[in-house]
């Protein structure tokens, strides 16, 4: 199962229309090789990417941000200092067969709690 079908499977089970969400990355660019891992950085490529993700929240002006992942989610706080996060979906824990399907329910759950309570506080 791809990276993406676990962020679909979660947004649904979240009762989200993918296509009603904006997605970003903390950290911008391609990385060279292989598309996981950690990013290899320059002096000052942090920083740029933080001012990039602040002004894209200025622009879209979501109504909750949530991460995927704690990597993320640091990086996320420092922008929008109330951000969420649920599990990335790389993570081990969404990799057996027998209990995929149970953990991205789980973690649908959980951003269906953080989006209602963003909603309760807009009200």
Not at 5 to 20: F, H, M, N, S, Y
Not at 58 to 84: C, F, S, T, Y
Not at 109 to 118: G, K, N
Request: glycine share 8%.
């Amino acid at each position: 199962m791809s990276f993406w079908d676990k962020v679909v499977g979660i947004l649904q089970a979240a009762g989200i229309d993918p296509a009603g969400a904006f997605y970003t990355n903390a950290l911008m660019g391609c990385k060279p090789g292989s598309g996981t891992g950690p990013m290899p950085t320059v002096d000052g490529y942090e920083d740029q990417c933080r001012k990039f993700l602040k002004r894209q929240i200025e622009i879209v002006q979501p109504l909750v941000a949530v991460a995927l992942g704690n990597e993320a989610h640091d990086r996320l706080r420092k922008v929008w200092p109330d951000a969420k996060a649920i599990m990335h979906p790389s993570a081990g824990e969404l990799n057996p067969l027998d209990t995929r399907e149970k953990r991205i329910c789980e973690q649908g759950e959980r951003l269906a709690q953080i989006v209602s309570q963003a909603r309760n506080r807009a009200i």
